[in-house]
């Protein structure tokens, strides 16, 4: 059930402090946003996927998927 009912308790303390934790929550969304709009600079389209600890699985699948088109490149010469 929901809580429908308007919370009085320090009410006037809030809109008192309503600004600070504005400018707190602005602060941090405008910091997502550099830092987002960094990584897609650095990384280009993969930045939503990127993730420093995830570098050496990518280079792993790279290195697999080369290698895969390398030996049917041999095989399609072999053949």
Do not use: Y
């Amino acid at each position: 059930m929901k809580n429908k009912k308007f919370n009085k308790h320090n009410f006037f303390h809030r809109i008192i402090a309503s600004p600070f934790v504005f400018c707190i929550i602005l602060i941090a969304h405008n910091f997502f946003v550099i830092k987002r709009f960094w990584h897609f600079i650095k990384f280009g389209g993969e930045f939503v996927n990127f993730e420093m600890n995830e570098r050496k699985t990518l280079l792993e699948i790279f290195d697999m998927l080369k290698d895969i088109k390398e030996e049917r490149d041999s095989n399609k010469q072999n053949k």
